[in-house]
């Protein structure tokens, strides 16, 4: 399967201490979100704190964002995002050792004379896995709502990252900075495992109008199945190859090369996914794997996409973000979503994407701590220092 990834951002603010991390370091906050497939971890380091420094086999890459104000005393070092299959939390727990984070958090309890740490966590693991934190690390997860944590993290990248939102058309990436003003409302459609539809109309002002167990999990599970292959990464090098038309019934192949024109069906469009395996009387191995990964890989983004336009549609949405981990910024996924939305709302709505989309839940966690008095944790104003790669 494929690696954990670890990349970091840049958080320049007016730290008033520069000790050394010690094992208990309410400046060293760190959130996680554990979902059905990956848990995603955000943590904090300070300029030269330890954490930079001890050794461990995870990549860690700048992304390179800074504050452009220095209001924030708590932050002055970096933001770094990880991400470990949950099917292997052992490795994301070996990860929190190595990096002395099990001693380090927020926030803390007095239970019985002994401080408990306490660490959000959102995501349906931080129910499921408690117990196993509270065993190894004597850790309590502070449980933050999922929906709450997916809004508060896209808000948050949304009014604070310059560059975050962008449209990809066409093989064109276009960043799009949104006033705050005219943020709301927007339909936020997170593709993890499975997919939740989201009607943000304001800061905790939400409700999550629908969802498609079709999602993330659908396409890595059958991809798994039909191209024996054994990672996401994998599948998606796969479908770059692939042709889909090979296995999709097109409108031509029903109508002829005229399509059905009335209806503004093109003799190309997709006319039933899959649907030409049932009249080609051949057997599983008798199809080329990058045929059957690109065909797997349209039906699933095509059916979200128009689920999202269709609930963008009744909530008089004209945007609609997408998060979550499945797209990860892979082009051919952007273009096959944006082309569903541009298709369905007939260029009325637009397909948005996000630079940090996996890590939306994670984020809003970490962000949580900010609710309990716990003072501003991230800057409200991030400049760009440069171009960034997105961390995943
Ligand atoms: N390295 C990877 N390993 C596994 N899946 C990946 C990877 N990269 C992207 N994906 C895709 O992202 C999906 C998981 O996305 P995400 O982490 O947002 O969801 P989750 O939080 O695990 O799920 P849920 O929110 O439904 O509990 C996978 O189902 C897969 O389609
Ligand atoms: C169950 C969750 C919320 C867990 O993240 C997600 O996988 C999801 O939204 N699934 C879709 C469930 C449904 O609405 O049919």
Redesign the pocket.
Known sequence: M?DQSCRSVEIDGNSTSNSELDSYDHNSPWAL?I????I?LVYFSRKDSSLESVGNSVQVEEVGLVTGSKKYPILDGKLHFA?F??SKINECLDFIESKLLHGSCCSHQEVSDKKKLLIKAT??GAYKYADLFKEKFGIRLDKEDEMDSLVAGANFLLKAVPCEAFTYMEGRKDFVQIDASDLFPYLLV?????VSMIKVDGDGKFERVSGTSL???T??GMGMLLTNCQ???EFLELSHKGDNRNIDMLVRDIYGVTGYSKLGLSATTIASSFGKVSFDNKVLKDYKKEDLARSLLRMISNNVAQIAYLNAGHGQLKRIIFG???T?GHEYIMETISDGVQYWSKGKAKAMFLRHE?FL?ALGAFKSYEKHGLGSLMGHHLTEQSPVASPR
């Open positions: 494929e979100d979902g059905g497939t990956l995603k991400k299959q949950t995501g349906g997170s593709i993890g495992s499975g999602g993330g999990g396409l890595l990672s996401f990464d979550g981990f499945f990860r996996g839940g």
